[in-house]
């Protein structure tokens, strides 16, 4: 991955670190969440990549490892949702199902992990509509089906795959400058609805669309704003 594709992925992970802190006031703005969620899922895929382009120039072997992790905190995020609104209504049944740690997901061997995040994917998808209001949308819970389909996919198969870097190189460009449209013709856009309602988070996105490149700050330009530079496509 080039210096740039790593300073916008620095970026990239800071603007969702700001959407997640302010889940609250992301949501009344539907349109809005649902870009961030969609940005999260390009966000996930260039860390897909980031690990297979970085493997060994021999052959490119898969590393489960950063599909576990992904594929855990999505589970937690969700079953959490899950136990909260089971302990808010009484339904001490569910609560009891859904009772995971980060531990727990620490310990469980591939097929432990396969079988409870199917479990949480079942219960998300029955409990769906009753998770809205604890920042469960069906994006997050769609998230989840692929990660399982995925982490499922590499265990049931041959554990090493041989990639082409060249193919992945082509991958990883065409998921940043997804990645950069998204940010740009969306969220760029639509947090403008914020400028004035929740002016604090106006201004903490603002500040997270900025890349640091050779110790250059750059800011994105957000329509309506003043800038000093822009951040590029997909390099």
């Known amino acids: 991955m080039k210096k740039s594709q790593k300073n916008k992925l620095k970026m990239y992970k800071v603007v969702l670190s700001v959407c997640t802190n302010a889940a609250q006031v992301c949501s009344r703005v539907p349109a809005f969440q649902k870009a961030v969620n969609d940005f999260q899922v390009l966000v996930t895929e260039i860390e897909r990549l980031q690990a297979l382009q970085s493997a060994d120039n021999k052959g490119i072997t898969v590393d ?57 994917l079942e219960d998300a998808k029955m409990y769906a509509d009753k998770l809205v209001n604890n920042g469960i949308t069906q994006e997050n819970i ?12 590499a265990y049931t198969k041959p554990r090493e795959m041989v990639v082409s870097r060249t193919a992945i190189t082509e991958a990883l460009l065409n998921a940043f400058k997804k990645a950069n449209a998204l940010l740009k013709e969306q969220t760029d856009r639509l947090v403008l609805q914020f400028k004035n309602s929740d002016p604090e988070f106006y201004q903490q996105y603002r500040q997270a669309r900025v890349t640091e490149e050779r110790g250059i700050r750059h800011n994105a330009e957000v329509p309506g704003t003043e800038t000093t530079g822009e951040v590029g496509d997909g390099e």
Request: hydrophobic share 35%; glycine share 4%; charged share 20%.
């Open 64 to 120: 489960n490892q950063v599909l576990n992790n992904q594929l855990s905190e999505s589970a937690l995020t969700i079953c959490g949702a899950l136990f909260a609104w089971a302990s808010e209504n009484g339904t001490h049944k569910l609560k009891e199902k859904v009772n995971y740690q980060k531990s727990d997901f620490i310990r469980f061997s591939q097929t432990e992990r396969i079988a409870v995040c199917t479990g949480i």
């Open 142 to 153: 769609s998230e989840l089906e692929t990660l399982l389909n995925s982490y499922r996919n």
